[in-house]
Every structure is written in structure tokens, then in C-alpha cells.
């Protein structure tokens, strides 16, 4: 619960700053957009921090991809002692450098944040229309600090479409407007859930090689995940669809460009970037086009023809003629 505080008031502290920020350049701070551009805004600043998790991410992948011929000779090798099968295991991802688990990091770091975020929005939610008859209530985040405390209110009766952003379809009929709520709450679902199904499947489809055993756990995963987040979805406020939605698009661009750049040896987007390697060679090497033979005449050659000169004859062939 001290971690969550603590992170409560970074994610709102970056949510006000956003806030500020936008206001600064004219828009409106009791406008929902103005609070939804700064919760892209976090967004945008989460997933910059996660970058190096993210390298590490990709050469985790890449080193297990490499290391599974070994794998499956000590998988074979020690089939009927699971303990020697994990200890040489261990031993493996040592010497190669390799972590199993540093594939699930980024996911496993942005959900403490992501539960933050739910906090503090369920308490702008939860802000009384008179505090003074709530004295139990308690801001959450930065909001509880003086200077950021008129922003509660703003925040609390921001609105998109007609929906503010701390509803959620389960609740709708909390809400002013109850349908709008409903139908906005079921379109960031169905967003959500489609990129978290595509960012997996280009995984699966471009980067992973046929042979590889840890596809057919991906394959589940492509799955699973989405019906987690349409199911858990119906839970979750405006605000945090939006967020999830984001950050499903920063890492279906960011794991394309990694793919298209930096793929595994042996999958088709490897595959794919050589082609693409061998075109761009082929067309640096291409002769220069053929030239037109009725444009290049040379002046010259044709003002001035070149002489001909005589052949010289035989003596015996001078009497004939």
C-alpha cells in the first residue's frame, strides 16, 4: 500500500502537470479532453521510462530463440531428472545472459501503475458535490495537496462526449448520461481488446520461427489476454480504457519498428528484412539506362566525317584494271 501511495501521487502529479501544461496553451481546464490528452500525456511518459526494459525485453527474446536447440538437447538429455533439467537450465541462461522473465517485465512494471491510475480515478469519482458533508472523503494523490486541491472539482465533472471520464459501464447509470456512457465504455473496450489481440499476433506471425515450442504458448496468450481485458473491461473507468488504449497502440508502433529492424534470425520479418537488403543492393548495382543512338551524334563527327583512305593494290591488280 506505501508503493501505491507513492505512485498515486506520481500519476497524478504527471496527470496535473499535463494539465497545466495544456492550459497554458489555451484549452479549456475543466474540459474532459483536457484531462484525456494528459492521461496520453502519462502515457507517453511511462512508456519512454520502459524503453530500456523493453531493449531488454527484445534481446531476451532473441537469446532464447538462439539457445533452444540447447534447451532441447538438455530437455532430452536429463528427460527423467527434472531437477538436473532445471539446474542445467539455470546454468544455461547464466552463461548466455538470458532471462526468461524479462520478457514479461514491461507488463509486470506498468501494472502497479495501471492500478495508481484506477485509484486516483475512482477517487475523482468519488468527490462529493459538498465536501463539507463528507468530512471521510479523502483526495487522492496530489489533489490532497493545497495547491492542486481546486482541481478535484474540475477534474470530477470533466467530460467527453457527454460521459465523464470516471464512469464506467457497470456504473453508467451513476452517470448524467447513463447510454452515452454504455456505448463510449463498449467502443474503448472493443479497442482495447483488438490492439492487445494484433500487438500479439505480430509478434506470433512476424517475429517468432515456426519451430519455436514458445509459440504455442503465445498462441494461447493471443487469446486469453483479450478476453481478460473485455471481460475485466466492463470494471474499468473512461479514463483508464483510454489509458490502456494508448499504451496498446505505443507498443504495436514501437514493436513493429523493432521488428521491421531488428528481427529474430530465422522468422519471416528476418526474412522479410533481408529481401528487402538484397533489393536495395541490386538497385544500387543497376547499369546506367542504355543511351538514345539518335540523340548522342557527336557535332563533330557529323560536320567533319573522318577521311578514307585508299586501300593499297598489287601491281597485278593494277595491270587488270
Not at 523493453?54 to 531428472?81: C, H, T, W
Not at 472539482?153 to 452517470?175: C, K, Q, R, S, W
Request: proline share 8%.
Amino acid at each position: 500500500m506505501f508503493i501505491l501511495d507513492w505512485l498515486k501521487i506520481a500519476v497524478s502529479w504527471i496527470l496535473v502537470t499535463f494539465e497545466g501544461l495544456l492550459s497554458a496553451i489555451g484549452m479549456d481546464p475543466a474540459s474532459g479532453w483536457t484531462w484525456t490528452l494528459s492521461i496520453v500525456g502519462l502515457v507517453i511518459v511511462i512508456r519512454i521510462a520502459l524503453i530500456p526494459l523493453f531493449v531488454r525485453q527484445i534481446k531476451s527474446q532473441r537469446n532464447l530463440q538462439l539457445i533452444q536447440p540447447q534447451m532441447k538437447e538438455i530437455q532430452k538429455k536429463y528427460a527423467g531428472d527434472r531437477e538436473k533439467q532445471s539446474q542445467e537450465m539455470m546454468k544455461l541462461y547464466r552463461e548466455t545472459g538470458t532471462n526468461p522473465l524479462a520478457s514479461c517485465l514491461p507488463i509486470i512494471l506498468q501494472a502497479p501503475i495501471f492500478f495508481a491510475l484506477f485509484s486516483v480515478l475512482q477517487g475523482i469519482a468519488m468527490y462529493p458535490a459538498n465536501p463539507a458533508d463528507d468530512p471521510g472523503y479523502v483526495a487522492p494523490g496530489v489533489f490532497q495537496w493545497e495547491q492542486y486541491s481546486d482541481l478535484l472539482p474540475l477534474a470530477h465533472n470533466a467530460e467527453i462526449f457527454g460521459v465523464p471520464l470516471y464512469g464506467t459501464f457497470m456504473n453508467a447509470d451513476e452517470t448524467p448520461n447513463p447510454t452515452a456512457t454504455r456505448i463510449l465504455a463498449i467502443i474503448l473496450i472493443i479497442c482495447m481488446t483488438t490492439t492487445t489481440f494484433l500487438t500479439q499476433r505480430q509478434l506470433i506471425v512476424k517475429n517468432s520461427a515456426p519451430d519455436n515450442p514458445m509459440v504455442k504458448q503465445q498462441k494461447i496468450l493471443l487469446y486469453v489476454f483479450p478476453v481478460i481485458f473485455a471481460v475485466s473491461g466492463i470494471n474499468f473507468p473512461i479514463g483508464v480504457l483510454t489509458y490502456w488504449f494508448t499504451t496498446n497502440l505505443w507498443s504495436m508502433g514501437q514493436q513493429f519498428w523493432v521488428i521491421r529492424n531488428n528481427p529474430q534470425p530465422g522468422t519471416p520479418a528476418f526474412e522479410a528484412k533481408e529481401a528487402r537488403q538484397r533489393a536495395k543492393s541490386a538497385a544500387k548495382q543497376l547499369p546506367a539506362p542504355p543511351t538514345d543512338p539518335t540523340t548522342e551524334v557527336s557535332d563533330t563527327a557529323s560536320d567533319n566525317p573522318a577521311r578514307v583512305q585508299p586501300k593499297k593494290q598489287s601491281r597485278s591488280q593494277r595491270k587488270k584494271k
